[in-house]
């Protein structure tokens, strides 16, 4: 995985909670695909329709409150979000994003710092991001050593499995 990501921004503000994520009547849907397809459709109805591989979450605060439905993050990550910056996370969605091998950046002000469909670049090793629109470049958390391996890894399964391996 890059330490880098590049991606478009789609925007959304604070609380958002899993249930906005992925609505808990989704959640007996077994195919993936179709369980992605419903992400977010409570405040954007077109985003799992329109969201690119690589694009990229902002939000304000407690991004990820509610619930402690793993299929939150994971629906994000099967539509190709290829990270959330956010001025905080709630702490189970935070782990279970981590899990999942779904980068997490938090940065103070983040909404109020990008528009929806900006260019937005991470350098996940730095906790740097910046908004190409503006050159405004801002300090996030850094991610410890050993989170960073796990985002490497593509999440905590396959962390797991190549220390198993050595």
Known sequence: MATVIRGKVWKFGDNIDTD?????????????????????EMVNPDFAKNVKPGDIIVAGKNFGC??????????LKRLG????????????????ALNLGLPLIEVKDAAQKFEEGDTIEIELEK??????????????TKLPDFLMEIIKEGGAIEALKKKLKQ
Do not use: C, K
């Open 81 to 96: 979000i290829s990270a959330i910056v956010a001025e905080f996370f709630a702490r189970i969605f935070y782990r279970n």
């Open 127 to 140: 906790g740097i991001v910046r908004n190409t629109r503006t050159n405004e470049e801002l300090q996030g």
């Open 66 to 75: 509610g619930s402690s439905r793993e299929e939150a993050p994971y629906v």
């Open 20 to 40: 906005v994520v992925i609505a808990g009547p989704y959640l007996t849907i077994r195919d993936q695909d179709e369980l992605a397809s419903h992400a977010m």
